[in-house]
């Protein structure tokens, strides 16, 4: 699930997110989802409403979720709940080194809810997200 301002990967400073667009982006992670033997669907949002409302609608299609909630990371508690209503085992991911960069980016509201963090890998650090999920699914 990718946040606000994740549709305009490519345009965004490279040295932090990388050149890929969020398309190619998405091939690169349905690549690694498939050699884990998942399958993955997306969903990208700029309004914070409905991102809540893509989570409550996960808890009854997904076993899981990889979020990266851009900067509503830092600081919406609406997206806080509705992950812990989701009730869904998640990972979170960053592009960038995000506890390496500003202070405001070091909080991060969703990090207690989610079995994982993964930052400052690029896409790679899909790849390492959704092993991690995996690891969390019940077998
Ligand atoms: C980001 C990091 C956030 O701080 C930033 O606001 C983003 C992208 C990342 O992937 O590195 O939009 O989540």
């Known amino acids: 699930m990718h946040g606000v301002n994740l549709d305009v990967l490519g345009r965004r400073d490279p040295e932090l997110y990388g050149r890929l667009t969020l398309p190619e982006l998405e091939v690169r992670v349905k690549r690694f ?83 994982g963090c993964v930052q400052g890998k690029g896409v790679d650090g899909y790849r390492d997200a959704l092993q991690m999920l995996k690891e969390a699914l019940p077998v």
Do not use: K, M
Request: charge should be negative; glycine fraction near 10%.
């Open 33 to 115: 989802a498939r050699e884990l033997g998942l399958d993955v669907s997306f969903s990208q949002t700029n309004h914070e409403g409905q991102f809540c409302e893509n989570l409550h609608r996960a808890a009854g299609g997904a076993d899981g979720v990889v979020l990266n909630p851009g900067a509503w990371t830092h600081y919406s508690w609406a997206i806080h709940d509705a992950l812990e209503v989701a009730g869904l085992p998640a990972v979170e991911v960053h592009l960038s080194g995000v506890d390496e960069r500003e202070e405001w980016r070091r909080v991060s509201v969703i990090r207690d809810l989610c079995v």
